[in-house]
């Protein structure tokens, strides 16, 4: 454990560690392109410069091992006047497009500018031109005149995904990312070189021009992609969810995350979610409140005893299921609680990276709670069951990921042959329609809506926070059990609330107005 | 005077082939060397002073010492990717004697204990790469390379790779690199290659003459060499002549020797009527002399750095008073940015500016605040990268703006060259 | 605004303050009337004011020589705004030398404050508070001008082109 000094403070730094590690660890802020603590050193930006007592030139942090006594020193003259000359020779052939590049705002030539450049520009000769909107394969766009050659995506290619699709052509200030010839920039983990590009070269084609980073909160939560949990930070204003981006943890995911995972945001989504719950009557369907659904239902699920089934997906939080179960088995008396696995054949199936063959995020967890209140019913009873009718009341908890439920149809099929479904549902899915007479979906709350925790394929449990709300109607799998079984509950109204209903009726109600919603009420998102 | 210590029979064509080496003594160094302890060969180089002729001058004998002293397989490489602007040297040494660079390697590979040397040979001297694979097989079949040398027991084996033409690759990472099959580019150090270099192996990286300087060290002893130069800048060095000057060509000489005999004895003077402006000294990376400093200039690692420029591969370029000096650094910045590999921002992006700077003045656009922005962001280039490319590129543009600054505010206001009365339009049409 | 409260018995008097005004009143009617063309006020809508070519009314989106909207979509204007009455639906331009372009570009003119921050914001000179200020329409949906009528209203002519030329940006090497 070398001991040395940073800008006049002794700390003592783990074996081995570069200087810029140790001032990352200090909360130092050090200017720096190319390290990224995920990759291995490049050493190209020459950004992260310091003054190490003894030497004569200025040093790079990244690639400098402390050694015992070292005095490092970034507050100096000369690292500055390095530093600031680094960002102008970065900007010089910079197309400062900034307008139309979505990473304005949160752009590292932006921020580093701001922090430590400031100068007067004097370049005065033609700028190099480059490439623009190429078409780096089905997810990532690359502008190289806004490249800085940090050579990230590059590394990330090379050591993360190992799939080698990217390097640089050409020599000098006419070198330029690109694909290897007939190659596409296309694997499971292609978008974290869109994270890691510090600027706006490389942009995400799903989020491509739908949003100024700064329209956008953040709000972090776990993925329900797989049972991997990776930490996400979402980004969401009140026209929806737009990305998602991984956060570093070192126990789940590293800096990264996979594809699959960044579509997930997508269900969430206003359009893809059920608003109100629907009562299948002989004359059809017809719309009511889900809390008044919920309480509609719990005459026919308290009546229910041993002819009442709970259906479980491994998509909820551990809390709920505690909840429903508890209610389920002592309230209800049932104890025909059943666990809906998808594709048990390729749960084990792993990449070596992040993806899992499991794709319910909380598979382990309901088999905790399964095992705390013994329950051990298996599918095959539960279809035995339906089949001589001695099931009448169905509760299905639905997946909110749809993605990886393939046989929807089969299921509604299977559930039918009860007299009874009730179907808690997040996100739409014809299938439903199909559901018999006497069938009730309600609209369950997505994961970014509710607190709870999910415990991962390690048995890692994860707490993770309430981002916001979309559908304020909808239920959480907790709120939905106290209701079905007749209790009394009061749901806290919600401040932050995406529907029109809540909008004071003195407001013109035109198209435009409603599409004008965003820009209006955007201070008070 | 010249001293012939290498160069003695370049004269003679049967030189290059075997027979002929062997006649004039050759390769009985390499019987003789192979009877003694590699650590002696190490010990012998190091007492001879003899420094890194390729342009850095680092001292051959501790370089070789930098290697671990496990039994890890190791390389020995032989840099003959002679880029440098001015330099021809390696070009005449591989031509003339390949024998010599031969032998010269197999006592280098066994004092360093490698089992496999490569010549990275420059792309465009591909008649050199035909000539040294004649010479490496007829050492195979006389038995001075491979299993087994002359009943010894020592293994040596040599190959010849031929480089794409990229100056870069002149620097001992990027060479590794390149051999290594990658894209020519410096790396990171540390590690250093006598640690982790070509295949992750410890390397060493030797220049032509290093590796040919070898033979006669170990032949005449350490002390015999030593007689040449100075003390610290020990032996003898090719330099190779260049410009406005009557006889060019290399010329083998003591180090410490002066460059105005240089440049009147051996080089025959300047051509009647021109007066010498300056005198770039080792390459076109080195920082240039005027007139007045070349007159008292010797030709030596001290006197150079005292100077404030460097002996580098020992090109010596002379520029007459006819030559103008806005037009040479163009050619030089154009030479830099085209040949930047494009890792570092700072050598990346500052060469081409620096070339776009010295061209707006070319072409009339230059303003006088030009002047000064070629030495900052020249300054700001300087130590800022992997490899000494952009100080390379840096050196020449702050000597030549500092040491020749009327002529650069000349071509500012007038818009034409303060030599020529043209301006570059006018001179290129 | 403030309110000036003056103490002492002259506050009581109230009249004096009334007979005053009546006198300025009468002061300006009786001068109008003999002096008729020095009158301030004007007969509108038959006569109209000529307000100086600074003045800012209505907006405009400029054009390119083409008759492309010079908009890049980069939002400026609707973050800068302080009514918050722009609202831009970006999209991807098939021509990638443009790149991005607004599909939809909509100012609400009833809650705009006509503050020119738009104008001043815009690093493309896409947007310019015209000389146009008379805005009439029959309900709250009249008053929300689409491109339509941002940059290609009859009373334009085929639209304003900017001063900013893209080829001599690039010539430049902007």
């Known amino acids: 454990m070398p001991k040395c000094t940073i800008n006049g403070k002794e700390i003592e730094v783990k074996d081995g560690s570069t200087v810029i590690e140790a001032m990352h660890d200090q909360g130092i802020h050090v200017a720096h392109y190319c390290w990224h603590p995920g990759l291995s050193v490049a050493g190209v930006c020459r950004l992260c410069m310091v003054d190490i007592e003894g030497m004569p030139r200025v040093q790079i942090a990244c690639n400098t091992t402390v050694t015992e006594g070292m005095k490092i020193n970034n507050t100096s003259q000369k690292v500055k006047d390095a530093v600031k000359w680094g960002l102008d020779f970065h900007l010089i052939n910079h197309p400062l497009d900034c307008p139309i590049c979505d990473q304005a705002g949160e752009c590292g030539l932006q921020d580093q500018y701001m922090e430590f450049g400031k100068y007067d520009p004097e370049m005065a000769e033609k700028k190099v031109k480059k490439h623009k909107v190429m078409d780096l394969g089905p997810t990532v766009v690359l502008d190289s005149e806004r490249c800085i050659l940090c050579s990230r995506c590059v590394r990330f290619t090379k050591e993360v995904s190992q799939s080698n699709e990217l390097g640089i052509f050409n020599r000098g200030d006419h070198s330029e990312i690109s694909t290897f010839d007939g190659q596409k920039l296309d694997n499971n983990y292609s978008l974290n070189t869109v994270d890691i590009c510090p600027v706006g070269a490389l942009t995400s084609k799903d989020f491509r021009f739908r949003q100024r980073a700064w329209y956008l909160k953040e709000g972090n939560s776990i993925c329900n992609g797989c049972s991997t949990g990776c930490n996400i930070k979402t980004y969401f204003n009140k026209e929806g969810f737009f990305r998602v981006k991984p956060v570093y943890n070192k126990e789940v995911n590293g800096h990264w995350m996979c594809d699959d995972g960044r579509d997930l945001y997508k269900f969430v989504n206003r359009d893809h979610r059920y608003l109100k719950a629907s009562h299948r009557q002989e004359s059809g369907w017809s719309q009511i409140l889900p809390g008044a659904a919920a309480k509609e239902v719990s005459t026919h699920v308290k009546a229910g005893g041993e002819e009442l089934a709970l259906v479980l997906t491994g998509q909820y939080t551990t809390e709920e299921y505690e909840k429903i179960i508890g209610i389920f088995t002592k309230d209800l008396k049932t104890k025909n609680i059943f666990h809906w696995v998808n594709n048990k054949e390729s749960f084990e199936a792993f990449d070596n990276l992040l993806i899992r063959g499991d794709k319910n995020p909380n598979t382990k967890g309901l088999l905790q709670v399964f095992e705390k209140n013994q329950i051990s019913k298996t599918w095959a009873d539960l279809e035995t069951s339906l089949k001589a009718g001695a099931i009448k009341t169905v509760v299905v908890a639905g997946p909110e990921n749809l993605k990886f439920y393939k046989d929807l149809d089969a299921k509604v099929q299977l559930f039918s042959q009860a007299k009874k479904v009730i179907w808690l549902q997040t996100a739409k899915h014809p299938a439903l329609e199909k559901l018999p007479i006497n069938s009730w979906i309600i609209p369950m709350k997505s994961f970014v809506e509710k607190e709870g925790s999910f415990v991962n394929y390690k048995g890692l449990s994860q707490k993770m926070n309430k981002v916001t709300t979309i559908v304020s109607e909808a239920l959480t799998l907790a709120e939905a059990a106290e209701l079905m079984a007749g209790h009394q509950i009061s749901i806290k109204p919600d401040t932050h609330i995406l529907t029109d209903a809540d909008r004071p009726l003195d407001q013109v109600m035109s198209e435009h107005r409603k599409k004008n919603e965003f820009v209006f009420k955007r201070g008070t998102v | ?429 | 605004m403030s309110v000036v409260q003056r103490d002492g018995e002259t506050r009581k008097w109230y009249l004096l303050g009334v007979l005053g005004g009546l006198w300025i009143t009468g002061h300006h009617l009786i001068k109008n009337l003999f002096n008729r063309k020095q009158m301030i006020t004007l007969n509108y809508p038959e006569e109209k004011y000529e307000y100086s070519p600074r003045f800012k009314g209505n907006h405009v989106l400029t054009v390119k020589k083409d008759g492309s909207l010079r908009c890049t979509a980069c939002m400026l204007c609707a973050t800068n705004c302080p009514a918050e009455c722009i609202r831009i639906v970006a999209s991807e331009h098939e021509d990638p030398s443009v790149e991005k372009f607004p599909i939809s570009y909509e100012i609400d003119m009833l809650r705009c404050v006509f503050c020119g921050f738009c104008e001043e914001a815009c690093p493309v000179d896409a947007i310019r508070l015209g000389p146009e200020w008379q805005v009439p329409g029959l309900c709250g949906d009249n008053f929300i001008y689409g491109i339509d009528r941002l940059a290609y209203r009859p009373q334009l002519k085929g639209g304003i082109q900017s001063f900013v030329d893209d080829e001599e940006r690039h010539k430049a090497g902007i």
């Not at chain 2, 300047?270 to 070349?294: D, H, M, W």
């Not at chain 2, 100077?307 to 910045?333: E, H, K, P, R």
Request: net charge neutral; aromatic share 8%; proline share 5%.
């Open chain 2, 1 to 429: 005077m010249e001293i012939k210590l290498l160069s003695e029979h370049y004269s003679n064509p049967k030189f290059c082939e075997l027979a002929g080496y062997e006649a004039f003594g050759g390769y009985k160094v390499l019987k003789t060397a192979l009877t003694m302890q590699p650590q002696q060969i190490i010990d012998e180089v190091k007492a001879s002073g003899l420094r890194g002729r390729g342009g850095a001058g680092f001292p051959t004998g501790v370089k070789w010492g930098f290697l671990p002293k496990n039994g890890e397989p190791r390389y020995l490489l032989c840099n003959a990717d002679e880029g440098e602007p001015g330099t021809c040297k390696d070009r005449v040494m591989m031509e003339k004697a390949p024998h010599q660079l031969i032998e010269g390697m197999i006592i280098s590979g066994f004092a360093v204990g490698s089992k496999k040397g490569y010549i990275y040979v420059r792309g465009e001297y591909f008649h050199v790469i035909a000539i040294l694979e004649q010479a490496i097989l007829e050492a195979y079949k006389a038995g001075f390379l491979g299993k087994n040398i002359l009943g010894t027991g020592v293994d040596f084996d040599l190959d010849v790779y031929s480089g794409a033409g990229a100056y870069i690759c002149g620097e001992e990472t990027a060479l590794i690199s390149s051999l290594e099959g990658k894209k020519g580019q410096p790396k990171l150090k540390p590690p250093f290659p006598a640690v982790q270099g070509y295949l992750r192996k410890p390397t060493i990286v030797n220049n032509v003459e290093t590796l040919a300087a070898v033979v006669p060290i170990l032949r005449d002893g350490a002390a015999a060499y030593k007689k040449y130069g100075t003390e610290k800048s020990a032996g003898t060095k090719f330099f190779s002549l260049s410009g406005n000057i009557v006889k060019p060509g290399n010329y083998e000489v003591p180090l410490a020797y002066p460059l105005k005999d240089m440049i009147y004895k051996l080089g025959g003077g300047l051509r009647p009527g021109r007066k010498l402006k300056a005198v770039i000294p080792g390459g076109s990376s080195a920082p240039v002399l005027t007139a007045a400093e070349a007159e008292v200039a010797t030709l030596d690692y001290e006197c150079m750095a005292g100077m404030g420029t460097m002996l580098g591969s020992g090109a010596i370029i002379v520029i007459d008073d006819s030559q103008c000096m806005v037009d040479m650094l163009a050619v030089l910045t154009h030479f830099y940015s085209h040949e930047s590999c494009g890792q570092c921002t700072p050598c990346r992006e500052g060469t081409g500016w620096l070339n776009k700077i010295v061209h707006s003045i070319l072409e009339g656009r230059g303003r006088l605040q030009d002047i000064d922005l070629l030495v900052k962001v020249a300054d700001n280039m300087k130590g800022r990268t992997i490899c000494a490319l952009s100080d390379a590129a840096a050196l020449p543009v702050l000597s030549f703006v500092t040491k020749f600054r009327d002529e650069f505010e000349f071509y500012v206001r007038e818009g034409r060259s303060k030599v020529k009365g043209a301006s570059h339009a006018q001179m290129h049409h």
